[in-house]
Antibody, heavy 119, light 113 residues
Framework: QVQLVQSGAEVKQPGASVQVSCKAS????????IHWVRQAPGQGLEWVGM????????SYPEKFQGRVALTRDTSTGTVYLELTRLRSEDTAIYFC????????????WGQGTLVTVSS | DIVMTQSPDSLAVSLGERATINCKSS????????????LAWYQQKPGQPPKLLIY???ARESGVPDRFSGSGSGTDFTLTISSLQAEDVAVYYC?????????FGQGTRLEIK
């Protein structure tokens, strides 16, 4: 069965960097785009970026340009999110999500990783 | 960016009654080449990731009960739960994937009256 399993919670100081992983299983990793979405405490959903696991191409929203990077390891079926120069407003649950074939909706999601930025 | 606005922000409905949630996009998300609306609906329960209910505005995801239905086109969309069950208590989000960046509505909290 399709699964996306994310790494555990992180606590970071302002200005630091964080890396969150998302390990895919149960399907052909390179056939489906992966997106990242975050959710601040008690808030809605915000797109963080996407990666094509086949060629590694990426896309990010303007507000994160220069601070976010998505990479992938095709040998392990894992996607990595790195967010640098962390600020308190980056405190959120970060989700990875697979794009449904033939659509651009998200059909499978990781369990979420809480990133807390606090001094 | 395309702004997605849901209404109402919260909704209380009696068990067995109909629940209706609306979503309006700031520009059309109908893709003329395939006549499909690039809109999805998700259900999120506390402590869980969102769950896909509807895509292409009206296509029900596999395994989703048929009491959930989506409708609308262009800029105005609706998620309908025909007969509310206790397990439907959740926050519901609409999501457009017509243009980058993908954007979400602010969410509608659905409760039992």
């Amino acid at each position: 069965q399709v699964q996306l399993v994310q790494s555990g919670a992180e606590v970071k100081q302002p200005g630091a960097s964080v890396q969150v992983s998302c390990k895919a299983s149960g399907y052909t990793f390179t056939n489906y785009y992966i997106h990242w979405v975050r959710q601040a405490p008690g808030q809605g959903l915000e797109w963080v970026g996407m990666i094509n696991p086949s060629g590694g191409s990426t896309s990010y929203p303007e507000k994160f340009q220069g601070r976010v990077a998505l990479t992938r390891d095709t040998s392990t079926g894992t996607v990595y999110l790195e967010l640098t120069r962390l600020r308190s407003e980056d405190t959120a649950i970060y989700f990875c999500a697979r794009v449904k074939w033939g659509s651009s909706a998200y059909d499978f999601w990781g369990q979420g990783t809480l990133v807390t930025v606090s001094s | 960016d395309i702004v997605m606005t849901q209404s109402p922000d919260s909704l209380a409905v009696s068990l067995g009654e109909r629940a209706t949630i609306n979503c309006k996009s700031s520009q059309s998300i109908l893709y003329s080449s395939n006549n499909k609306n690039f809109l999805a609906w998700y259900q999120q329960k506390p402590g869980q990731p969102p769950k896909l209910l509807i895509y292409w505005a009206s296509a029900r995801e596999s395994g989703v009960p048929d009491r959930f239905s989506g409708s609308g086109s262009g800029t105005d969309f609706t998620l309908t739960i025909s007969s509310l069950q206790a397990e439907d208590v959740a926050v519901y989000y609409c999501h457009q994937y017509s243009a980058s960046p993908p954007t979400f509505g602010q969410g509608t909290r659905l409760e039992i009256k």
